[in-house]
């Protein structure tokens, strides 16, 4: 097991600017929370800086307890803040963003998920803010396909659902609820709901994983026509969570990245830092997402591939 110390890329020196201080501000006076914060993002100073938040619903107790993630585990017992939808819309009103990541806890103690809580949101940020492109980063709803409906015909730019890790890990790494191939079927279902909407899902590395499960696991994503990828370090936030295995070089997830970009991705962030939620605005994602042409070819050449194999 790895006990050596973080290597010199890993390390940040995060800036501080008036657009950081300034949403910080409105976020902690509106009592909303944000995942970049929850889950000790280091990235934080650098998105919010740069005019990306990525919001958390339904409250910061989740339902379920993930081995890696540093949000509290809990059980919400069906609360949930009512007002919250036009909070958020408000707040994002107010903030001079460009691009929103809209995620949640898991919420099992609810009936539907939170899904109609996660569409509500959805329509009052499109409202409230028309120039604003609205990531949604949603749970699997336990696989549950008129709640991800919800989320669907609400209109969202871009669905993402993680998968988190290679298929032989998933059982070490996530909670017993989530599922490997569930998780697939919940990207594979939102084309089918709507083929315009892009999706998008993560993989840590470094917590035990060869570069053969990651890339095969790219290709399962690719075959369920997800069309953004981000792979990042898996980082411990707390001594109860995972170890960490390895600390991977810049130089494999290089290898990651044209990997990715060779299966057919529209855009792969690959690197040490990168999280799920990194740089969602950057300007590669925005040209994807208004290029008709270009998405419409790229569900063409996906649906031309052979089915998901369990292989």
């Known amino acids: 097991m790895l006990t050596d110390p973080k290597p010199q890329w890993l390390t940040v020196n995060p800036p ?37 938040a990525t919001i958390m619903l339904l409250g910061d107790v989740c339902s379920r307890a993930c081995r890696f993630c540093m949000v509290a585990p809990g059980r919400p017992q069906g609360v949930i803040d009512g007002l919250e939808p036009e909070n958020v819309a408000f707040a994002l009103s107010q903030m ?145 969570h995972l170890k960490v295995v390895e600390y991977v070089d810049p130089e494999q997830f290089e290898r990651y990245r044209v990997a990715g970009e060779k299966m057919g991705f529209l855009y792969v962030a690959s690197g040490p830092l990168v999280r799920s939620s990194y740089r969602a605005g950057e300007f590669f994602v925005r040209a994807a997402i208004e290029n008709d042409d270009g998405r419409h070819q790229s569900y063409i050449a996906a649906k031309a591939e052979s089915p998901i194999d369990r292989s």
């Open 16 to 52: 501080r600017g008036e657009s950081y201080e300034d949403l910080k501000s409105l976020l902690h006076k509106l009592n909303l929370h944000t995942v970049c914060e929850e889950a000790h993002c280091p990235n934080l100073h650098e998105c919010w800086g740069g005019g990306t």
């Open 96 to 240: 001079g963003l460009s691009y929103v990541v809209l995620t949640s806890v898991d919420r099992d103690d609810l009936e539907d998920g939170g899904a109609s809580h996660f569409a509500k949101t959805i329509r009052l940020v499109k409202e409230k803010n028309p120039g604003m492109l609205v990531e949604v980063l949603i749970p699997d709803f336990q696989g549950d396909l008129a709640s991800l409906r919800q989320v669907v015909e609400a209109g969202p730019d871009v669905i993402a659902h993680n998968v988190e890790t290679t298929m032989s890990l998933t059982h070490r790494v996530r909670d017993p609820r989530a599922h490997y191939w569930q998780s697939l079927s919940v990207l594979r279902n939102v084309k089918k709901l709507s083929a315009r909407t892009h999706t998008k899902s993560s993989i840590m590395v470094g917590l035990g994983e060869s570069e053969e499960e990651v890339v095969q696991t790219m290709a399962h994503l690719r075959r369920a026509e997800v069309d953004f990828l981000t792979v990042g370090q898996y980082l411990r936030p707390s001594q109860r």
